[in-house]
């Protein structure tokens, strides 16, 4: 495996990274001003600033690798890109790479119908629009896919929704105008063919946001996570993608490019917490020492380099197997990466709090906010025991008789 990057690649890299140190970095504190002052819920101008300033540069829609929408990048190429992006909370969105409209536009590009293309993925390309991802629900273990209880049933040329889902990212921002909703379709057939997914416009009489939820006090505005309510919302039965009881397979689809890039910005935000730690190290003084020389410090500096590195090389092998055979056969790289890429971004970030002291727990360093974002993703897309069973599961199976 080469994990060199292209001159191509490399050249990106520079650029996005030049884009981040004089437009992203500089913004973050004007955004949480525009938030704090204004409507929470509305979008902020200085965000639309970048995307404008981004998408004149060139660097816009960098996540998608078929060339007719997005850069052609392989996700080996996007690794560092997204990295990068991922130092700050702020930064994949002017790139027009966020979640989970990177997820939901793949989605769309592989198993949306020309008009779903058309109405849905087309602007979203565009950045005129945002998406939000309606699977998980409150009232089932959502880890299990087929648990899902929300229902579609068809009735004539539509389809007739009801249900609970929560944890929707960003379906709080008015610029999302379409949901991907998972619903339970057909419950008499087999276990992975009873689900069907659809696209229902935010508009659309019946889909009710019953409130914004938030992790660890953060409400993450305007983005925001809803719990939503469906009563009785129809939709042309044209709506669904790739067809009846498909669901599963399309989750499966979805979650493998969802996953690494979350992985890959987790590291982006381990570096800048390590970034961050050094210089504090390094500028902090007590007992008339620099704290780089107190304790254990240093270990835990070096302790940090070694994980994200470890990190990084099986992030970048699990984009080398996605591109070279496959999601499927890659499935175990997948879910070893996304234990690993948070739980070690979780272990910087603490250590660089603690170095920090009180000014590591507040608002005046972004660290807090990073915690627990990605305290978050050891239960998004699939919790920690669940990747770590297909791992086990994985590994026995070469070892042991079919049915055993």
Known sequence: MDFSYTPKVQALCERVSAFMEACVYPAEAVFARQVAEGDRWQPTEIVEVLKRQAQAEGLWN?????????????NLEYAPLAEIMGRSLLGPEP????????????????YGSAEHKQRWLEPLLRGEIRSAFAMTEPDVASSDATNMRASARREGDQWVIDGR????SGACDPRCKVLIFMGLSNPDG????????????????????????????????????????????????????????????????????????????????????????????????AFGKPLAQLGGNLDIIADSRMQIDMARLLTLKAAYMMDSVGNKVARSEIAQIKVVAPNVALQVIDRAIQLHGGAGVSDDF???????????????????????????????????????
């Not at 960098?62 to 392989?74: I, K, Q, R, V």
């Open 62 to 74: 960098l996540f998608l690798p078929e060339s007719e929408y997005g850069a052609g990048l392989s």
């Open 95 to 110: 790139f027009n790479c966020s979640a989970p409209d990177t997820g939901n536009m793949e989605l769309l590009v592989r």
């Open 165 to 168: 889902k929560w944890w929707t």
């Open 190 to 285: 087999p276990r992975h063919q009873q689900h069907s997914m659809i696209l229902v416009p935010t508009d659309t009489p019946g889909v009710n946001i019953v409130r914004p939820l938030s992790v660890f006090g953060y409400d993450d505005a305007p983005h925001g996570h809803a719990e939503m309510r469906f009563d009785n919302v129809r939709v042309p039965y044209e709506n669904v993608i790739l067809g009846e009881g498909r669901g599963f397979e399309i989750a499966q689809g979805r979650l493998g490019p969802g996953r690494i890039h979350h992985c890959m910005r987790s590291l982006g935000m381990a570096e800048r917490a390590l970034e961050l730690m050094c210089r504090r190290a390094s500028e902090r003084v």
């Open 366 to 404: 972004p660290l807090a906010y990073m915690y627990a974002m990605q305290r978050t993703l050891r239960l998004a897309d699939g919790p920690d025991e669940v990747h770590r069973a297909a791992v086990g599961k994985y590994e026995l199976s070469r070892y042991l008789p079919p049915r055993a």
